[in-house]
């Protein structure tokens, strides 16, 4: 299985831009999806970024434009760029690797989030 650790938070003033990085261990990370989720205060968890196994990549309408999320399978990391952060993106950002296998089983490891901080 594989095991997602963050990094890469922080406090940035609006305007500002973090890079948010995650290194897995364990298991086979080329075949897992990798997703971005955040979660602010008093909000329910909401996806941010996606990167499939083939480089495809999806956005949260909120994000687009500003963020960018890649992945080096050689290095097992996936990295989330954020640029001109607002305050709306204050939240606590969690690393995801997904897959299924050829059974139809579901494999979804989390990693333990990274406090962002978007304030003057």
């Known amino acids: 299985q594989v095991q997602p650790v963050e990094s890469g938070g922080g406090l940035v003033q609006p305007g500002g831009s973090l890079r948010l990085s995650c290194a897995a261990s364990?298991?086979?990370?080329?075949?897992?999806?990798m997703k971005w989720y955040r979660q602010a205060p008093g909000k329910e968890r909401e996806l941010v970024a996606v990167?499939?196994?083939?480089?495809?990549?999806n956005y949260a309408d909120s994000v687009k434009g500003r963020f960018t999320v890649s992945r080096d399978n050689a290095k097992m990391m996936v990295y989330l760029q954020m640029n001109s952060l607002k305050p709306e993106d204050t939240a606590v950002y969690y690393c995801n690797a997904y897959r299924l296998d050829a059974l139809g089983r579901r494999f979804d490891f989390w990693g333990q989030g990274t406090q962002v901080t978007v304030s003057s």
């Open positions: 990167i499939t196994t083939g480089g495809s990549t």
């Open positions: 364990g298991g086979i990370f080329s075949t897992y999806a």
